[in-house]
């Protein structure tokens, strides 16, 4: 067991599926879990207040973007982002890895850092695994990321020297993290879809002894089946006692499979960003609120949905939003996307609890097959 001050309390299992609580010091994280995401210090068009009402625990911001703007340095001086943002639960913030790959011009990649160009104004920047976590420091989430290199899934030469090159970036984010008794450091299982490198990988990140472990490079582009069997080769080579992070998976099908298969957190912007563009998410699939269906339906989205939006407005308002380009309909839809995915994994947790997880998973993905 570490003897650091985060802890993962387990409370039961169902197969390989797990229910626990992690505890930090804004407070504990009850697992499984979605976390919605801040990339900015703003899970966007969600204030803090709709967040704890609809039941969020954890949230995350992105280390990219907020040293680009407004700067790592400001938000310190700012008291952090727990005070910046008025968000008094735990936050999470990645490492700025997968942005660079993903949003940046990259000047180049070396065994040191990376150089790269903002997606702002093109100006030049450099990381490191030792810059990396200095930011996040200064950011002062409870949970930070270790600097990795997400490479393209399906590449295995290049996915070789990528995991090498991350265990090495592992080793000196470990020795850079100071914070230790305000910050828990979770290493990053990469190897593509490739199954000798992923075990190359999350054992030799077992050995740094961190407080938690992600698996990254998935939902980049590999199949689902990749994915899962990806999960099922590396969540048993993970702690018991150290949570187990899925990143940027918010499907809701990828999230009762992820689960089944050991894993207690995941993050997304799949929700708000759905929501921003009309849709809405259901068990009968995606909802598209701009189709000239809805102009007379006076039904919710979802009748058996108990969040605010389905409570109170009809789809023929939230259409009448979008196309009026309102911004509540961003809102509304945000909120009831969100509560669709925080409710999931409160259903997926107590039915771990209650030791009939596999009936659960069954029938909710037997639900979403039947409305593809």
């Not at 990649?109 to 160009?117: A, C």
């Not at 698996?215 to 048993?236: A, F, H, Q």
């Not at 689960?259 to 009968?284: E, K, N, Y």
């Not at 997880?357 to 409305?371: K, M, S, V, W």
Request: net charge negative.
């Amino acid at each position: 067991m570490s003897s650091l001050p985060f802890s993962y309390q387990p409370e039961a299992t169902d197969g390989a599926a797990r229910a626990g609580i992690f505890h930090t010091p804004h407070g504990p994280i009850p697992m499984p879990i979605f976390a919605p995401v801040g990339t900015q210090a703003t899970v966007k068009a969600v204030t803090p207040r709709d967040l704890t009402d609809l039941g969020a625990s954890l949230i995350l911001a992105n280390t990219y973007h907020l040293y680009l703007r407004p700067g790592d340095d400001i938000v310190r001086e700012m008291g952090g982002l727990h005070h910046f943002m008025g968000w008094d639960g735990p936050i999470l913030t990645d490492s700025g890895g997968f942005q660079v790959w993903s949003l940046s011009a990259i000047n180049k990649i070396d065994d040191d850092g990376v150089t790269f160009r903002s997606h702002i104004d093109g100006s030049l920047h450099r990381l490191t695994p030792e810059r990396a976590i200095g930011i996040q420091q200064n950011l002062g989430a409870d949970i930070i990321m270790c600097f990795d290199e997400c490479a393209s899934p399906l590449d295995r030469d290049y996915n070789q020297k990528a995991l090498e090159r991350t265990h090495r970036w592992a080793e000196r984010c470990r020795e850079a993290w100071s914070n230790r008794d305000r910050q828990a450091l979770f290493g990053i299982v990469q190897g593509g879809i490739f199954d000798d490198l992923r075990q190359q990988s999350a054992r030799g990140l077992v050995d740094l002894d961190f407080p938690g472990y992600a698996i990254g490079g998935l939902s980049v582009g590999e199949s689902k089946p990749d994915m899962y069997r990806i999960i099922e080769t590396v969540t048993p080579l993970l702690p018991t006692d150290r949570p187990r992070y899925l990143m940027g998976v918010g499907a809701i099908d990828d999230i009762i499979q992820g689960v089944s298969r050991g894993i207690d957190m995941f993050d997304c912007v799949l929700p708000t960003r759905l929501a921003r563009h009309g849709a809405a998410m259901t068990w009968q699939g995606r909802l598209n609120l701009n189709n000239a269906v809805h102009t007379r339906d006076n039904r919710p989205i979802d009748a058996g949905c108990e969040c605010y939006t389905c409570q109170h407005f009809s789809r023929a308002y939230l259409r009448h939003l979008f196309k009026s380009k309102e911004i509540l309909g961003a809102i509304l839809l945000s909120l009831h996307n969100l509560f669709v995915l925080i409710r999931l994994a409160t259903e997926m947790r107590s039915a771990i609890i209650e030791h009939r997880f596999a009936d659960y998973a069954a029938e909710r993905l037997a639900q979403i097959e039947t409305n593809q």
